[in-house]
């Protein structure tokens, strides 16, 4: 089943008060036997300005095709009759029309009482009758027909386990459902895991699921999804086999390997230029040693120069001038 959520907008009906902690959902007829007066025209209806000035509201309306949705499940709705009723309650009006099978619409009721059972974590004690807050002779024909235990008996939430998370629902079933994930697909869920919350990351991986069981990536946990998510449990424990995909594990090897060569080849670059480094700043480090002796040994040198440069002053100073000398030839070689 759909379920077309149609909000009413805020008004004298819609206030946006929340439901109070403890919550229950109260079954009502119509009561409106004109043809035509299913789901749709409700949906109409309620919204109309007439009814949104005079005060009346409810969650749901159900018929034999279709079932429409004119407040949050977390609001209150004024249709019980009394201060209780509304203020902890979620109204499910169903149609009576004589142009619309009744056992079907019966049925549609049942199948969305067991999604908010699930949804909200509540048991069937908490499906009330109008009646049962104020009297009212509501649902009227299920009353007259003393068909109130039957209608509850059908309502199927542990057996058939069907479900419906959407808006981020908590709870039990939340938590089995990811569990199940989980199982099937290892790794999945990885930052919040079995939480009991439907947040984003459930979502992201139902629709994972989905994709892989060939359903609609809408978000969403029906009883279609949830009856493949078993089929896939049961295949699970009937066939223990781990399934891996072999070429995808040989790629990432494969690629793995390419980047270890690749770092051991860097490894050994970097050592290579490291010694080559090293071995240069070494021969420096001699060449500067060498250059030291040499400068140490010309700064000997050019002291030398500058006492042999005073020497040859010196001599200078004592030898006689050339005519002395031409003197003393002539003196002592005329003799
Ligand atoms: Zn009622």
Redesign the pocket.
């Known amino acids: 089943m759909e379920i077309t959520q149609d909000f009413i907008p805020m008004s004298v009906v819609r206030k946006g008060t929340p439901l109070a902690a403890s919550k229950f959902i109260?079954i009502?007829?119509t009561?409106n036997p004109s043809p035509g007066a299913d789901a749709l025209m409700h949906n109409k209806y309620i919204r109309s300005a007439a009814n949104l000035a005079r005060g009346t509201s409810w969650h749901f309306t159900v018929d034999d095709h279709s079932i429409y949705q004119h407040l949050p499940t977390s609001e209150q709705g004024i249709?019980a009759?009394t201060r209780a009723g509304n203020t902890q309650s979620i109204g499910i009006?169903i149609c009576i029309n004589p142009d619309g099978n009744f056992e079907q619409a019966k049925k549609n009721a049942q199948w969305l009482v067991a999604q908010l059972l699930v949804q909200l974590n509540l048991d069937k004690s908490k499906i009330k009758q109008?009646f049962d807050w104020s009297g009212?002779n509501?649902?009227a024909t299920i009353r007259r027909t003393g068909t109130w235990q039957a209608f509850l008996n059908g309502i199927e939430t542990g057996g058939e386990k069907a479900m419906l998370f959407n808006g981020c629902p908590n709870g039990e079933a939340v938590k089995e459902w990811q569990e199940s994930l989980l199982k099937i697909i290892p790794g999945s869920l990885p930052n919040f895991g079995a939480d009991s919350d439907f947040g984003g990351e459930t979502e992201e991986w139902t629709n994972f699921f989905k994709n892989k069981v060939g359903l609609p990536h809408d978000g969403k946990v029906d009883d279609i999804t949830y009856g493949r998510m078993l089929n896939k449990l049961q295949e699970l424990v009937a066939a223990p086999v781990v399934t891996v995909d072999r070429v995808e594990i040989d790629r990432l090897n494969a690629a793995n390997n390419e980047l270890v060569n690749q770092i051991k080849i860097y490894n050994e670059n970097y050592n290579t230029q490291a010694n080559e480094k090293s071995k240069l700043i070494k021969e420096s480090i001699t060449q500067l040693q060498q250059i030291n002796v040499l400068t140490t040994q010309n700064e000997g040198l050019i002291r030398q120069l500058a006492v042999l440069d005073a020497q040859i002053v010196q001599l200078k100073a004592i030898v006689p001038p050339p005519e002395t000398v031409s003197w003393f030839k002539r003196m002592f070689s005329s003799k």
């Open positions: 109260t009502h007829e009561g249709h009759g009006e109008h009212k509501c649902p």
